[in-house]
């Protein structure tokens, strides 16, 4: 059975050049880069050329600026608690209402704790309110902003660099962190540039072909930010523990090969705007989330109305598409993703939508598998469902009542 | 997630989704009983319709030849669908015998369900009670002198406690004492009440006071409730002007000299905040789409407002 990965969103698959330039440094090379002797001198090495390359990735930020961690979601954990603990005097945080669980749930934690938070809304395709997010500043008071760079389920970008000079004119004592999980290695960020207002940027090694385990947290030299983890002097204090050599190594040839492949975005761009296209063609009552709004290059969020994402997921993954989706179902909680929430997708379209997200790996015939099999799938649900008439090929009228 | 249904229940939902012969996928037409349970909004809705052989002289006597479903919802509503009317059609059975499949025999016939999903089970038994009342409505019967107590969920008016599922009061203290459901937990996974905003669990007449009304527990724990959408108002800023007077100053300033000349161009300008003595505008039309007109504004904008309104005042382009 042909076998199509368009979950680049969730993971992605480990580089063959990634793997072997890791390996040396879980077998031959295992030293503690901490000691004195000859031999610890390679993996302190690797780990300081690591630092390099990702450092001229992001704009040619100065090594002491970038810290190695577990994941994406310490490094936000980190940003968020590091700036509360460091500027005692400031209570009040803004973020938006479609972040990535790792900062939205440290941001109702805070809440509980007594932190004012603003949630700043975005409109129907995705976008940030930026009337609302000018609104809710508050000079003085405000200790920090956190906005993703791009959202994880609907790939739409916000237009972070001007947020951060916004909040900067404001008061430039509010801090701005962005969690860049989805955008590192497939947009190209300048951290000295148009992003010279960002003081904290996290983003994780599994997005872009490197492993799991190994995340960075961007922070900008000067910034008020407290140490997270205690312990040892690695990283200079600012977050204690044995470095996982292997991984940082990858990560380091993870984004060299990224860079190296920014201009083959544009084909994966080709990709998926082809599969877009195919796919509502082929069927109807369809549409793309988000569809207006600035999106990265990979990533598809596709409705159809009338049918149920888990539904559809067990079917692709039965003829072997591995992708995700935003339904209540499939999240654990009942309630649709909060981003199509947020975005007002209606019911009957936010518990039919999919996400497709391609990578450099994937190739003309994965899309065109996809675009074979979907549209079967859709119409043999809808055949099934209360609200589709099979007959006329539409909604019917007197299907169950839809409220909410 | 990986998905950890049974094979049964895996079986059942191909067979249904690929259209097998002999799976109930579908509707009777004109059914003897139509029943439905669900919502869209919910993320899964039930439309139950069966047929009787009917008796020449005592309805009660009817027995149910076919049943057919359609069902939009996840792996486990579809196969919970394709159960119920196999258990069904299997007994050859009364619609008031009918009424006896419960939703733990459908978990049963499923080799079990995720806790999660356990109310795929129950919409399935909902939508049998509606229909077998449809029925009785048809065929005359009146359940109530039977004293069969059905009371399909539209006709439990009632204090709505769930506002996300749409549950009223009367129908989730039902669901409470037939189900035996003893927490919050158990509640929410058989009938999804409080399974999302969650404010429901601990205020006044929420959930925990429901379960405490049907088995008489200690009052739990409250915990506050938290709303995302509650917009946290900032202070008013406290200039030493009256911030009414400066924003005043501010408009006139700009409709009678910035925007005019803006407009001129076949662009414009809109004042999005003012905090304090800072001003943030945000270009429109023509303009907005200049990459160097924000800055070049901005310095306009600003020396204005500091020669006509207070020279402490700042702009931020937005």
């Excluded at chain 1, 947290?217 to 470095?243: C, D, K, N, W």
């Excluded at chain 2, 009414?244 to 999005?272: C, H, N, T």
Aim: aromatic content about 6%; charged content about 20%; hydrophobic content about 40%.
């Amino acid at each position: 059975m042909k076998h199509v990965y368009a979950d680049n969103n969730a993971t992605t698959a480990v580089a063959p050049e990634v793997v072997e330039a890791m390996l040396p440094y879980l077998t031959t090379a295992f030293h503690n880069p901490s000691s004195m002797y000859e031999l610890a001198r390679g993996p302190s090495d690797a780990i300081a050329a690591a630092r390099r390359v990702i450092g001229e990735m992001l704009g040619g930020v100065l090594e002491q600026e970038l810290i190695f961690t577990s994941c994406g979601t310490e490094s936000n954990n980190a940003a968020l608690r590091g700036a509360a603990r460091a500027n005692p005097g400031r209570r009040h945080i803004i973020t938006t209402a479609v972040e990535h669980p790792a900062v939205l749930e440290v941001c109702k934690a805070m809440v509980r704790e007594g932190f004012e938070v603003d949630f700043v809304p975005v409109d129907t395709q995705g976008r940030i309110d930026l009337g609302a997010y000018v609104r809710a500043l508050r000079p003085g008071s405000t200790l920090i902003v956190s906005v993703m760079h791009a959202n994880n389920e609907t790939g739409v970008v916000f237009p972070v660099a001007e947020l951060a000079r916004i909040a900067k004119e404001t008061d430039p004592a509010i801090l701005v962190h962005t969690d860049a999980t989805q955008t590192v290695g497939k947009l190209p960020i300048d951290l000295n540039a148009a992003y010279q207002h960002v003081d904290l940027l996290s983003f994780s090694g599994h997005k872009l072909h490197a492993p799991k385990g190994v995340g960075v947290l961007f922070q900008r030299r000067g910034s008020r930010v407290s140490p997270y983890m205690i312990g040892g002097h690695q990283e200079r204090g600012l977050r204690a523990g044995t470095e996982n050599v292997a991984g940082i190594v990858a990560l380091g040839k993870a984004c060299e090969l990224a860079v190296a492949a920014y201009a083959d975005e544009a084909r994966v761009q080709g990709l998926r705007d082809r599969l877009e296209r195919e796919l509502l063609a082929a069927i109807p009552y369809t549409h793309v989330n988000g569809a207006e709004a600035e999106r990265l290059p990979n990533t598809l969020n596709v409705a159809f109305h009338f049918v149920e994402g888990e539904s559809i997921l067990f079917e692709l993954d039965r003829l072997g598409i591995c992708a995700s989706s935003g339904s209540a179902c499939t999240s654990g909680s009942l309630e649709p993703s909060h981003v199509l929430m947020a975005m007002k997708v209606p019911h009957t379209a936010a518990h039919g939508s999919i996400r497709l997200s391609l990578s450099r790996y994937t190739t003309v015939e994965d899309v065109d598998h996809v675009v074979a099999v979907l549209p079967d799938i859709i119409a043999r649900l809808r055949r099934i469902s209360p609200y589709w008439d099979a007959a006329a090929n539409g909604p019917r009228a007197d299907g169950p009542e839809i409220h909410g | 997630m990986a998905w950890n249904y049974s094979d049964k229940t895996k079986q059942l939902f191909m067979d249904a989704v690929q259209g097998k012969p002999g799976s109930h996928l579908g509707e009777v037409e004109d059914p003897d009983g139509l029943g439905e349970h669900g919502s869209i909004a919910c993320g899964d809705a039930l439309r139950f319709t069966f047929r009787v052989r009917k008796h020449p002289s005592d309805p009660l006597q009817d027995v149910i030849t076919q049943a057919r479903y359609l069902t939009f919802g996840c792996t486990s509503a579809i196969a919970a669908s394709e159960a119920l009317c196999m258990l069904i059609e299997q007994g050859e059975v009364t619609p008031l015998q009918a009424l006896e499949v419960t939703n733990d025999d459908i978990v049963q016939f499923l080799e079990g369900l995720p806790d999660q999903k356990i109310h795929c089970s129950v919409m399935g038994a909902e939508a049998l009670a509606a229909a077998v009342f449809n029925w009785a409505q048809h065929r005359g019967v009146d359940l109530e002198a039977l004293g069969v107590d059905i009371l399909p969920e539209e006709t439990e008016e009632g204090r709505l406690v769930c506002k996300c599922f749409g549950l009223t009061e009367p129908y989730l203290l039902r669901k409470i004492k037939e189900l035996g459901l003893k927490s919050i937990a158990e509640l929410t996974a058989a009938t999804k009440a409080g399974g999302a905003c969650m404010t429901c669990h601990h205020q006044p007449g929420g959930l925990q006071d429901l379960l405490n009304q049907v088995w008489g527990i200690g009052g739990g724990e409250p915990t506050p409730a938290f709303d995302p959408d509650a917009p946290i108002l900032p202070a008013p800023p406290a200039a030493e002007l009256s911030p009414f007077q400066f924003m005043k100053k501010v408009e006139q300033v700009l409709d009678s000299y910035v925007r005019p000349m803006l407009q001129a161009d076949g662009g414009d300008l809109e004042i999005i905040d003012i905090k304090d003595l800072t001003v943030y505008v945000r270009l429109a039309g023509a303009c907005s789409s200049c990459m160097g007109a924000s800055q070049t504004l901005k310095l306009l904008v600003e020396r204005s407002l500091k020669e006509q309104v207070d020279e402490r005042a700042r702009v931020i382009a937005v």
